[in-house]
């Protein structure tokens, strides 16, 4: 599964951004796509995922309310809606994805990970 992430960006506190993640290759049906996001001189955290049909979603507490995890028309599109943006969502974000809905709350439970997308958040 190759994963190829955009949109990222610098906007100002309170803007919106949306990230756009595509899966190619030999994609599972049971596959769950993740966000998971790495600030400078923190640990990874994932953010946000979804499994592929769509019915079934996961935030972290410091996003609820203002992250929105879906799926494009095509199921191997996944998007990640951010309103309401704070200076501590600065980070790079990374599309990850595993088969399965076990451990994805925890980045080690990703076994394919896309390049970083920076999302830059000014006060």
């Known amino acids: 599964v190759q994963l190829q992430a955009s949109g990222g960006g610098t906007v100002q506190a309170g803007d919106s951004l949306r990230l756009s993640c595509e899966a190619s290759?030999?994609?599972?049906?049971?596959?769950?796509v993740a966000w998971v996001r790495q600030a400078p001189g923190k640990e990874r955290e994932v953010v946000a995922a979804?499994?592929?049909?769509?019915?079934?979603?996961s935030y972290a507490d410091s996003v609820k309310g203002r992250f929105t995890i879906s799926r494009g028309d095509a199921e191997n599109t996944v998007y990640l809606q951010m309103n309401t943006l704070k200076p501590e969502d600065t980070a790079v974000y990374y599309c990850a994805a595993n088969e399965g809905w076990g451990n994805i709350r925890r980045p080690t439970g990703y076994r394919y990970w896309g390049q970083g997308t920076l999302v830059t958040v000014s006060s």
């Open positions: 290759g030999r994609v599972p049906t049971s596959i769950v």
């Open positions: 979804i499994t592929r049909s769509g019915l079934a979603t």
